[in-house]
């Protein structure tokens, strides 16, 4: 086996991603505050103060930028925005306006996600993405966004994971509300097409406030296998799943990859992972292959027009020494995609921070830890050594 290093292409974004929610703590106007604190669901604890972002996202860039990192993808929250409908807050605008200042200051280039899980509690109130008037009210809620996104951010997420919001549309139709859904359920149709409409309508809001910003939103890739014999079961499940919503990004200035394992489908639809093999602590097989399929796929189905960005790739464990060796196999599958032309613009892991994954703090994902009781970052090996491949802006490539 041989070491080769491939050179990051120009301006290739490195760097690390969150979502608001995740890492902000007391998101108190969102939907997601109200699950965590009702009886009866899948939810194991609240997220109450998180990481403390909100306040600290200074000492996270600071250390994002530490390390070597070059980017940061973090997500601003409609429901501090905008509390109650029509009612925006300048406060909380001039707040985001800060964050992407502050990440220019530190030679890191914002990503900035408008919408990641989670809407105000109005929003959901009156129906969700689904309601009559939903597309609207969310290009408003962008439209209003302008004085964070105008100036100085180069990439915009209209909606994280559409079809996972789908795909938990339908669940809940059907009475089940845990994260991740398990086995993946048929998607609600109507919250896709809703969903759909809802990226449009931002896409020309974020040109509207400045026609330089790169738009784009991310998928959420489950790496579908087919066994021998199973092609087109296998095609018919994703369609709904993944491929209709890659489909929808077909003009897109850009389109994100997320991947974390793999899915593989039988005759009858998905097969849980056998005994025995390497699972993480979310119970996901150990997979680091998963986002070179993930990149492919997305290629095959969007064309070659649609730049590809890996806005999501990690690993939950509390054994730092496997995250090093699941993102060696995984930026190994990058660089061989890149090798092969695939127009890759960038790569963040998920995540920068140890954070609240919806309904727990268990499965931590990291970079870099911090101390519960000082919210003091402690980055970890994992970090250090991703980081640095900033630095030299290439990446590991293990040829066999
Ligand atoms: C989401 C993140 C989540 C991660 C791991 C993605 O589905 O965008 O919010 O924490 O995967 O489950």
Not at 1 to 21: N, R
Not at 260 to 286: H, M
């Amino acid at each position: 086996m041989t070491h080769t290093q491939v050179p990051f292409p120009e301006g290739f974004l490195w760097g690390a991603s969150t979502a608001a929610h995740q890492i902000e703590g007391n998101n108190t106007n969102s939907d997601w505050w109200v699950k965590e604190h009702t009886a009866g669901t899948h939810i194991q604890e609240p997220s109450l103060d998180a990481c403390d972002s909100y306040h600290r996202w200074h000492e996270d860039m600071d250390v994002l930028a530490g390390l070597g990192f070059t980017d940061y993808r973090f997500s601003i929250e409609w429901a501090r925005i905008e509390p109650a409908e029509g009612q925006f807050s300048r406060a909380e605008l001039a707040h985001y306006r800060r964050m992407v200042e502050g990440a220019v200051e530190r030679g890191l280039r914002p990503m900035i996600t408008l919408h990641h899980f989670t809407v105000p509690q109005w929003f959901e109130a009156r129906g969700g993405w689904t309601a009559e008037g939903a597309t609207e009210l969310f290009a408003r809620y962008v439209a209003a966004c302008a004085p964070v996104i105008g100036q100085d951010v180069s990439h915009v997420c209209t909606i994280n994971e559409p079809n996972m919001i789908a795909v938990m549309a339908g669940q809940a139709k059907r009475g089940d509300n845990s994260f991740p859904p398990a086995g993946l359920p048929t998607p609600d149709d109507e919250t896709t097409q809703a969903v759909i409409a809802a990226h449009h309508a931002a896409v020309k809001e974020v040109k509207a406030i400045n026609a330089d910003i790169q738009v784009g939103w991310t998928i959420a890739n489950q790496v579908y296998q087919a066994l021998p014999g199973a092609e087109d079961v296998t095609a018919a499940y994703r369609y709904p799943r993944e491929d209709i919503f890659i489909e929808a990004a077909r003009g897109d200035d850009w389109i994100g990859v997320q991947s974390y394992t793999r899915t593989r489908i039988g005759a009858d639809g998905p097969i849980p992972t056998a005994e025995g093999v390497e699972r993480t602590l979310t119970q996901w097989e150990y997979y680091p292959s998963a986002v070179g399929y993930a990149l492919r796929h997305t290629a095959e189905v969007v064309g070659s027009e649609v730049p590809l960005i890996v806005t999501e790739n990690g690993i939950a464990t509390d054994v730092d020494s496997r995250r090093i060796d699941y993102y060696t196999g995984a930026l190994n599958e990058v660089a061989s995609a890149l090798q092969d032309g695939l127009n890759i613009q960038g790569y963040l892991a998920w995540s920068a921070l140890d954070n609240y994954e919806w309904g727990s703090y268990k499965p931590t994902f990291g970079l870099i830890g911090w101390n519960p009781e000082t919210f003091e970052r402690l980055p970890k090996p994992s970090a250090v050594w991703l980081g640095e491949m900033g630095r030299t802006r290439t990446l590991p490539r293990i040829a066999d």
